[in-house]
């Protein structure tokens, strides 16, 4: 498999936000520029009202619309730039998308897998049409959910369908520790997972992540990886509250770290950088006083730069 080197983009975006293709193109090309990625990870985001509902929004006026989407592909397209659609849900009420969960055997009158699985499948399928009609060479059908984790079939049947309408490769993004406790990869093409691991314990992680890649025979990718600016974020990358004061230098050690590493490990084929906030992005003068995930303009983006010329050199 070729090496993906990505930048996440559009996440949580409502229709309409990438008003025109001289604004998306603009954008893109910041992008591309800043981070020296050779492809477009498009975070297309749908919208639950809470961890128990079964019914999952992609065609509201509160998510990217399908417009969006495929303007955005379609100009990272010609760019000469490859593209990974990543499906991703979150709740309305703030929970986090791994808490969704229902009983292990359906009750009658309740909320249940059953309902859940038929509306997020209608998601999935309608990003795996729009995947196949761009040409796109990754469709990654969820992100992060591990209380859905362990319902192989459902997961199984939804990636059967997927398949009759999608031809590229097909992946799922578990979640960080959670690479151990999917028993379903052999039915997607690529293993993938946050890579938000401590940068004192990124070597024991990628030795324990290789396991997993070898036992299923699957190439492996971090579908997401990245570190707020914050000092101490570089222990605990995963939790964007977390750390104290902002901190450029706390970031740039955890990308210097990380991408050590990923050169030390060209078995994984793959990164998907955590992320490009399109329309929220503030002026360059500015950006360095972001304490969040965002590379623009701060250290990290020399740092990921590099990586992708060394990686291109090799």
Not at 54 to 73: G, H, P
Request: proline residues 2%; hydrophobic residues 35%.
């Amino acid at each position: 498999m070729e090496f993906y080197s990505g930048c996440t983009y559009g996440f949580m975006e409502k229709k309409g936000f990438s008003k025109s293709d001289d604004w998306a193109r603009a954008s893109l090309k910041l992008m591309f520029e800043e981070t020296g990625s050779d492809t477009l990870l498009y975070a297309a985001t749908a919208l639950q009202d809470h961890a128990y509902s079964v019914k999952v929004d992609c065609l509201t006026d509160d998510v990217a619309s399908e417009e969006d989407i495929t303007r955005c592909i379609r100009i990272a397209k010609e760019m000469g730039k490859k593209v990974i659609l990543k499906a991703i849900v979150n709740c309305r009420d703030g929970y986090w998308r791994a808490y969704i969960h229902f009983f292990d055997k359906e009750v009658n009158g309740e909320s249940g897998w059953h309902d859940w699985f038929e509306s997020y499948g209608e998601y999935v399928l309608h990003l795996a049409r729009i995947a196949e009609k761009t040409k796109a060479e990754m469709l990654c059908v969820g992100c992060e959910m591990i209380g859905t984790d362990a319902r192989s079939a459902e997961w199984r049947e939804l990636i059967k369908k997927v398949r009759g309408v999608y031809h590229g490769l097909i992946t799922y993004n578990c979640d960080k520790y959670q690479e151990n406790n999917v028993e379903w990869w052999d039915a997607v093409d690529v293993i993938s997972s946050s890579g938000y691991y401590p940068i004192d314990k990124l070597d024991e992680n990628f030795e324990r992540i290789k396991r997993v890649s070898e036992s299923f025979s699957r190439p492996f990718m971090f579908m997401e990886c990245g570190c707020p600016s914050r000092e101490g974020s570089e222990f605990v990358p995963n939790d964007w509250r977390a750390g104290g004061e902002q901190s450029l230098a706390a970031q740039e050690r955890w990308y210097k770290a990380f991408t050590d590493e990923l050169l030390k490990n060209p078995w994984v084929r793959g990164t998907g950088w955590w992320d490009w906030s399109a329309s929220r992005l503030c002026p360059a003068e500015k950006a360095a006083q972001d304490a969040g995930y965002g590379v623009y303009n701060k250290p990290a983006a020399a740092v990921l730069r590099r990586f992708n010329e060394l990686r291109v050199k090799d």
